[in-house]
């Protein structure tokens, strides 16, 4: 079974930064790892979930949504999944949820990609 966490959400002041972390278990039976694609989503209150950025790390590949491009880095180290957010604006509040799939996948800022997904942490961004 596939578990999906984030961590590191919480209150900033616009201009501010956060690293949001995410974690999975249980991804490595029968399936071909090295093909995986990660990717965070971000639902604002009242608004559709979206994509905001998303990353094959083996080759690596990064993708981002225009929202966050020059604000948003992905990245993944061996264990974990990292959006590190700099110049937070208060249009970038919302639930912001971690998302895998095993295998190939496109576009990769597509929501049905994944078949895996995180309970979602919190960012807030005000003054």
């Known amino acids: 079974q596939v578990q999906v966490a984030e961590s590191g959400g919480g209150l900033v002041q616009p201009g501010g930064s956060l690293n949001l972390s995410c974690t999975a278990s249980g991804l490595t039976s029968g399936v071909p790892f090295d093909r995986s694609v990660w990717g965070w989503f971000r639902q604002a209150p009242g608004k559709e979930r979206e994509g905001i950025a998303a990353?094959?790390?083996?080759?690596?590949s990064t993708y981002y949504a225009d929202s966050g491009k020059d604000r948003f880095t992905i990245s993944k180290d061996n264990t974990n999944l990292i959006l590190q957010m700099d110049n937070l604006k208060p249009e970038d509040t919302g639930t912001y949820f971690c998302a895998i799939r095993p295998d190939h996948c496109a576009p990769p800022l597509r929501q049905g990609c994944y078949p895996y997904w995180g309970q979602g942490t919190q960012v807030t961004v005000s003054s």
């Open positions: 990353i094959y790390p083996v080759v690596p």
